[in-house]
């Protein structure tokens, strides 16, 4: 399935490291970072994952929530997040339906060899369950919480209305 920004988002309904079932439908009127990445407590893993924690405050600040999404088991994001003091929620995707839903399963090049697995990747979704971006293939896990916030920030700045002074009433 492919990922259109402007469309609504696939649903999903995944276990939380929080022990809860998180569904799309949960963070309606939210806005959404959705991240996928491959493997609890590994190097590029740890650097995007600490990226974006450490500007969790800022997110939270303007209504974002962030979700990061893995195949780990529970048990595995429990230790990713107490190893890294992460103050969101990591859902796990065992069987990589949701994954495979966001174009986050697939075919790539591993060290010049094609394998299957996951495609780190990012979706940024509005509060009204549209895609508002989507990272398709990150490059760099460590700079790609900047290009977030520098895309929120650009974001941001453009949805803010001009002032223009008024004139006066005319009598």
Not at 57 to 82: A, C, M, W, Y
Not at 93 to 105: I, N, Q, S
Not at 106 to 135: A, F, N, Q
Not at 139 to 164: C, N, Q, V, W
């Amino acid at each position: 399935m492919a990922i259109t920004e402007g469309k609504k988002a696939p649903p999903f309904s995944l276990l939380g490291s929080d022990k809860k079932k998180h569904t799309l439908k949960d963070y309606q009127g939210k806005t959404i970072i959705l991240f996928f990445y491959p493997k609890d407590n590994t190097s590029g893993c740890t650097k995007e994952a600490c990226g974006l924690r450490d500007n969790y405050k800022k997110l939270t600040k303007q209504n974002i929530v962030v979700l990061g999404v893995s195949r780990d088991d529970i048990p595995s994001h429990e230790s990713f997040i107490k190893n890294f003091k992460l103050p969101y929620v990591l859902l796990s995707d065992p069987e990589t339906k949701t994954m495979k839903k966001y174009g986050a399963w697939g075919e790539k090049i591993m060290y010049g060899k094609k394998v299957t697995g996951t495609i780190r990747s990012t979706c940024l979704i509005g509060p009204d369950g549209k895609v508002i971006k989507h990272w398709t293939k990150v490059k760099d896990a460590g700079e790609h919480p900047a290009e977030i916030m520098a895309f929120l920030e650009k974001s941001k700045s453009k949805a803010k209305p001009t002032r223009s002074k008024a004139l006066p009433a005319r009598r």
